[in-house]
């Protein structure tokens, strides 16, 4: 019995809550609430731009109420020696900074909203402080704003953020008069998490785990060189890099997805496992990729950490061609879905995966492809106009934490280009690194996608 199939019961969100799989995944990184997933830098930051008069008060109002909506935006996470449980908070006030922006032509307002999210991105947010969400609206004029939505990663994640604009927007038009305007039922994250503790030994579990047994018998999570031990003890931050691969790029690696009934995500998948084979001379290569973990549609409405580390294994060796890659990818993703699974149950099955991460001098480098079920675009909720800030190209010194090693992003645009970043560790790499390990998954892109039939010695 699958998790969308047992029968909804009452959640007491009075009493000790069982973590997520997810969360309980994060307190393998754990370092403390200075640092690590719990610490106050793992954040998510996502900005949208706003057209029309924005009444303060009514914004606030809204924002409590979002909060007061999702429990889990007050949930403290007690870890201690054991499983772990949180503990969900009556609902308190959300932060909101009101800044006005310096005066700027509209031609120039794009480049300092991206400025202001990266000042945002680069702050701390205790995690002990409750509600794990807060906001920043910086005002241009009477006219045009742009607001961060900030979320600490434990409550939160990318699908969970566009929830929670949306939440915002709706109870806004509410308050400012508009009643129409409806919100879907969301169940609480406190459900999710207690059924899945019930689900861990029915028969889809069970199976799910006898496949990731199977597949990641004598494997190891494929690392990366980096370029300083662990043991040196240098100073961490988490620059982030952010380029684009152009829309004729973009084009023809959704051209070749459709040719060869996959996702985008598996061609670009299939690139990045071009990219690592050079790199490290492997063939049976591990990759670290995250999955929204959105599979229960019940659930598609909560707001939560949902995200899922899947260790995807394609062996490319004996492929002579970018398609043959592709290939092989698309079978190891398709596998994947089919067999989902928590990454915390999949370790179980395979102890050994993630001896790699123990070494002094490698690391791993997560790759991931944001993929939403809906976009703000120029969208009129009320009196207020929204559109999401996806198109960023200012790189930045400091971000959000990454817990540990570096992670590529990459955002399939509306626009028709990629945008992508790369974030890391500078304990354990430097910038110049990530730079060129970018520079060439863009060219072995470029040059695949436009002769995915050539032997792969000429891409």
């Not at 939160?156 to 929830?163: K, Q």
């Not at 400012?176 to 029915?202: F, I, M, N, W």
């Not at 993703?333 to 915390?344: G, K, R, S, V, Y």
């Not at 990454?402 to 028709?416: E, F, N, Q």
Request: proline share 7%; with cysteine; charged share 25%.
């Amino acid at each position: 019995m699958s998790i969308s199939e047992i029968s909804p019961a009452p959640i007491d969100l009075t009493g000790d809550i069982p973590l997520s799989h997810t969360q309980s995944f994060l307190r393998l990184f754990d370092q403390g609430d200075d640092a690590g997933p719990f610490g106050p830098r793992y954040n998510l930051v996502v900005g949208w731009r706003i057209g029309g008069r924005i009444d303060v008060d009514v914004l606030r109002q809204a924002l409590d109420d979002v909060a007061a909506r999702h429990d889990v935006l007050r949930a403290t996470i007690v870890r201690g020696d054991g499983p772990g449980h949180q503990h969900v908070a009556p609902p308190t006030p959300v932060r909101l900074v009101v800044r006005d922006l310096p005066p700027s032509e509209p031609g120039e307002r794009d480049l300092l909203a991206e400025e202001l999210l990266g000042e945002v991105e680069a702050g701390s947010y205790a995690v002990a402080d409750l509600p794990h969400f807060s906001a920043v609206l910086g005002r241009f004029d009477d006219e045009d704003a742009v607001i961060a939505l900030i979320a600490h990663h434990t409550a939160s994640d990318g699908w969970s953020m566009h929830l929670l604009m949306r939440d915002v927007a709706a109870r806004y038009a509410v308050r400012s008069g508009h009643p129409d305007v409806a919100l879907p039922e969301a169940r609480p994250y406190a459900e999710y998490a207690t059924r899945q503790q019930e689900s861990a030994g029915d028969p889809a579990t069970d199976a799910a785990r006898r496949y990731w047994r199977d597949k990641l018998r004598g494997a190891r999570m494929l690392a990366i060189p980096t370029d300083h031990p662990r043991s040196a003890g240098l100073a961490k931050r988490n620059p982030v890099h952010r380029f684009t691969i152009s829309a004729e790029v973009t084009s023809a690696t959704t051209a070749l997805a459709r040719e060869m009934r996959c996702s985008p995500f598996m061609v670009l998948l299939a690139a990045y496992n071009v990219q690592l084979h050079r790199m490290t001379g492997a063939t049976d290569l591990v990759v670290p990729t995250l999955a929204s973990g959105r599979n229960q549609p019940e659930f598609h409405e909560t707001v939560g950490p949902f995200f899922n580390f899947v260790p995807l294994r394609t062996d490319i060796d004996g492929c002579g061609t970018f398609r043959e890659v592709v290939g092989r990818t698309r079978a190891t993703c398709l596998e994947a879905m089919t067999h989902d699974l928590p990454f915390a149950q999949v370790l179980a099955e395979a102890p050994e995966l993630m001896a790699p991460m123990a070494e002094d001098r490698l690391a791993a480098c997560a790759f991931q492809v944001w993929q939403f079920p809906a976009v703000m675009e120029r969208e009129r909720v009320g009196d207020l106009e929204y559109t999401q800030v996806r198109k960023r190209v200012l790189s930045q010194e400091d971000g959000t934490d990454i817990p540990d090693g570096a992670l590529i992003t990459l955002d399939l645009d509306p626009s028709g280009e990629i945008f992508g970043n790369i974030s890391h560790n500078t304990n354990l790499f430097a910038d110049a690194s990530m730079l060129d390990m970018v520079a060439e998954y863009r060219r072995v892109l470029e040059r695949a996608v436009a002769g995915p039939d050539l032997p792969l010695s000429e891409i």
